[in-house]
């Protein structure tokens, strides 16, 4: 099973930074495509950007040119830099892994697993 723990949440004003880190494990690195959500008082969660196994990698319109997601792959770390943060990235920020299981008998299955959730409040 696999375990997530996301870090590096807090309180900015407009216009800064922080850097998030979701640590995992070997399996999930080498298993599982690496996503970060996040969701907003009273509204739905959202895909924020991902990393797929062959590495392409994804951004929400909101965050594009502004979020940029990276790994350091030997210590199963995957960061989400945020920069030139908005009031409306305030949100608890969540790191999920899809991973693929390939049974000996029967189709593949995939499993989510979720992190506990780090929050974020911008400020003016």
């Known amino acids: 099973q696999a375990r997530l723990v996301e870090s590096g949440g807090g309180s900015v004003m407009a216009g800064g930074a922080l850097r998030l880190t979701c640590t995992a494990s070997?399996?999930?690195?080498?298993?599982?495509?690496m996503e970060w959500h996040r969701q907003a008082p009273g509204k739905e969660r959202e895909l924020v950007s991902s990393?797929?196994?062959?590495?392409?990698?994804i951004y929400g319109d909101s965050v594009r040119g502004r979020f940029s997601i990276s790994e350091d792959r030997p210590i199963y770390k995957q960061y989400l830099q945020m920069n030139n943060l908005q009031i409306e990235d305030t949100a608890v920020y969540y790191c999920?892994?899809?991973?693929?299981?390939?049974?000996?008998?029967?189709?593949?299955?995939?499993?989510?697993?979720w992190g506990q959730g780090t929050q974020v409040t911008v400020s003016s």
């Open positions: 070997e399996y999930v690195f080498k298993n599982c495509d």
């Open positions: 999920k892994a899809t991973c693929y299981i390939f049974p000996d008998i029967g189709p593949r299955y995939d499993v989510d697993y």
């Open positions: 990393i797929h196994r062959e590495g392409h990698r």
